[in-house]
């Protein structure tokens, strides 16, 4: 059995810029785009993105949008509508 080491978050996240992501935060609402930058403390910046209702409807229409790294639940990265 070969020992394999997990990449951290951080650095998935990092190889994750110019993709498209879903964007889980706490209140419910998740944010659909494409992540252009991340930091240390994980804020993201998207473009073109989409916020969505808890049941993952449509809100509204954004072009860029930064959302704060302590708001967010989790990210699923090469996300497809």
């Known amino acids: 059995m070969s020992s394999q080491r997990a990449d951290s978050p951080l650095k998935t996240l ?3 810029v110019n993709k498209d992501v ?3 935060v706490k209140d ?3 944010y659909v785009g494409r992540l ?3 930091d240390p403390t994980m804020n993201i ?3 073109d993105c989409e916020e969505l209702s808890p049941d993952d409807k449509p ?3 954004y072009g860029t ?3 704060r ?3 967010i639940l989790y990210i699923v990265i090469d996300y497809k509508k």
Request: charged share 10%; net charge positive.
């Open 14 to 16: 990092r190889s994750s």
């Open 22 to 24: 879903l964007v889980r």
């Open 28 to 30: 419910g609402n998740s």
């Open 36 to 38: 252009i930058m991340t």
């Open 45 to 47: 910046v998207m473009v």
């Open 59 to 61: 809100i509204a229409k």
């Open 65 to 67: 949008v930064l959302i």
């Open 69 to 71: 790294g302590s708001q």
